[in-house]
């Protein structure tokens, strides 16, 4: 099933939910059953992030009274491209793709005519590092949440991640590190981002039963870590879901490759092309006669047109978006050439699969869990 992006129901709208109820002012508008949840002025604020875990693996991995099934509260969308880099920074930054500009794992940065992997900073397909600083934090600025809350210096703000300095990066020293902070006898907001259960599901494929394993044990650790807090607001979402794929390397369709000013970039189910300016008029013909099928294109314009990428103004930098983005409505995904990994699944589309996420809530008072009624 095909599923676009709900730029009102979406991880930026919760995103700025948390603004709000910190009294920054927010981009866009915000989640009303997050701000009513909120608004109790729990003493621990608690976000956990689980790497692709949408709405389809939690379903299929978990049974209906597993602790994570049994406290969802209601169903929210990604953002588009549904995959890491531009999820997580669409959360952290509490704006729209369009806005903050990481647009995919790798982007072509015309200012240095390069495609980067905006999270390691190393060359499309490459371990090679693309610059003596990171290209996407020098020309796509992002001021992330934790960031925003430190200024203001109304709570004690914790960053758990894989991502950046002071890592951590298994769900083990996540859950520590949580429970840490949650004995604070000041105020406290905490953001953690676990790399599961989407690294290892990539390995495998979604449905493997070793991910089944995987997602239960998570489940069980998550479960123990917050019937061991007190007076804390938990919430459980995903930036992305994923989905099993069949590969296709475009640099082997000669006549499609050729048209082309150099790789593909953005991601594998959302594939920015930068085409010759020769064939721009029959680009479009050629791709879709080949390829419509398992992929939508559309240009520039159309992209600006129907707000693909989240409504806002564009980043000033912003470079990636190509002459045209293919986005992927079946079940292939696009590599480049031999240096590109084979991938068993993967996102960045717009199946329900990939866009379809989980919003889990759990309030805990000093003494007891507290009652809610699902949102309908």
Same mark, same amino acid.
């Given at each position: ?109 015309? *200012?240095?005519? %390069? /495609?980067? @992997?905006?999270?390691?900073?190393? !060359?499309?397909? $490459? ?5 003596? #600083? ?78 089944? *394993?995987?997602? %239960? /044990?998570? @489940?069980?650790?998550?479960?123990? !870590?917050?019937? $061991? ?5 938990? #919430? ?141």
């Amino acid at each position: 099933m095909i599923t676009s992006p709900d730029y009102n129901n979406c991880i930026v709208n919760f995103s700025n939910s948390i603004l709000k109820y910190y009294g920054i002012k927010e981009y866009h508008q915000t989640l009303g059953a997050v701000d009513r949840i909120i608004s109790k002025n729990y003493h621990n604020v608690v976000i956990i992030i689980l790497d692709g875990l949408g709405m389809d693996a939690l379903n299929h991995h978990l049974k209906p009274d597993d602790f994570l099934r049994k406290n969802l509260y209601t169903g929210i969308s990604s953002v588009f491209p549904s995959s890491t880099t531009p999820g997580l920074l669409s959360f952290e930054t509490s704006q729209m793709p369009i806005e903050h500009g990481w647009l995919g794992e790798t982007v072509f940065f015309k *200012q240095e005519y %390069k /495609i980067v @992997n905006c999270l390691n900073n190393t !060359l499309k397909d $490459s371990s090679e590092p693309a610059g003596f #600083f990171y290209l996407a934090d020098y020309y796509l600025p992002a001021i992330r949440i934790d960031e925003k809350l430190s200024k203001i210096g109304k709570v004690q703000v914790n960053r758990i991640s894989p991502i950046g300095s002071n890592a951590f990066s298994k769900i083990d020293s996540i859950i520590s590190r949580v429970k840490r902070v949650c004995s604070s006898k000041w105020k406290t907001f905490t953001f953690a981002y676990c790399d599961e259960p989407f690294l290892s599901m990539q390995d495998k494929g979604v449905y493997h039963p070793d991910n089944t *394993q995987l997602i %239960k /044990i998570l @489940n069980d650790k998550l479960e123990v !870590l917050c019937n $061991s807090l007190s007076d804390t607001l938990v #919430f459980i979402t995903a930036t992305h879901g994923i989905i099993d794929v069949d590969n296709i390397r475009l640099s082997e369709d000669k006549e499609i490759a050729d048209m082309l000013q150099f790789p593909i970039s953005l991601e594998s189910r959302a594939v920015s092309f930068y085409v010759k300016d020769e064939f721009k008029a029959v680009f479009r013909e050629k791709f879709e006669k080949k390829y419509g099928k398992d992929f939508t294109l559309f240009s520039n314009q159309e992209i600006q047109e129907k707000h693909l990428f989240g409504p806002g103004k564009p980043n000033d930098n912003i470079t990636g978006i190509g002459d045209f983005v293919a986005v992927a409505t079946g079940t292939k995904a696009f590599l480049w050439d031999e240096n590109s990994p084979a991938k068993i699944c993967t996102s960045g589309g717009i199946s329900d699969k990939e866009m379809s996420l989980p919003l889990i809530i759990l309030e805990k008072s000093g003494r007891e869990t507290l009652s809610f009624e699902r949102r309908k």
